[in-house]
């Protein structure tokens, strides 16, 4: 297998974004919510907080530890998009590219607003 330095970029970026789409981002709540429990808890200054638990136990168990450990998801994302990469590069590659864009974009927007807070 021979994977140039750009699509080894490409594959990083794309893996990257796909890991936090999974694990992070408000539009995929609804594939991450069948395997947490929501807990509510006042904070002292009487403000409401809600975290995440995984399930206790079985799929959903695993999936929810799963999902809650940015590591462990990254691992599979990346597997997915170089699985796609490597046996439908057709048409893995706009939806890998877009990922890989976004991916670099969300970077960018992080740096600048890292420097314009300050």
């Not at 168990?61 to 998009?81: D, M, N, P, Q, R």
């Amino acid at each position: 297998m021979d994977i140039s330095i750009i699509n080894l970029l490409i594959l990083s970026l794309a893996s990257f974004r796909l890991t936090r789409l999974l694990v992070f981002d408000k539009i995929t709540v609804f594939i991450r919510a069948p395997f947490f429990d929501e807990i509510e808890e006042e904070n002292d200054s009487g403000e409401i907080e809600v975290y995440y638990l995984p399930k206790k136990r079985g799929v959903k168990k695993f999936f929810g530890e799963l999902l809650s450990c940015y590591w462990c998801t990254g691992i599979w994302a990346s597997a997915l998009v170089v699985a796609f990469f490597l046996l439908i590069p057709r048409y893995s590659a706009p939806i890998i590219l877009i990922l890989a864009i976004a991916g670099l974009a969300s970077m960018i927007e992080t740096i600048v607003h890292y420097f314009i807070e300050k």
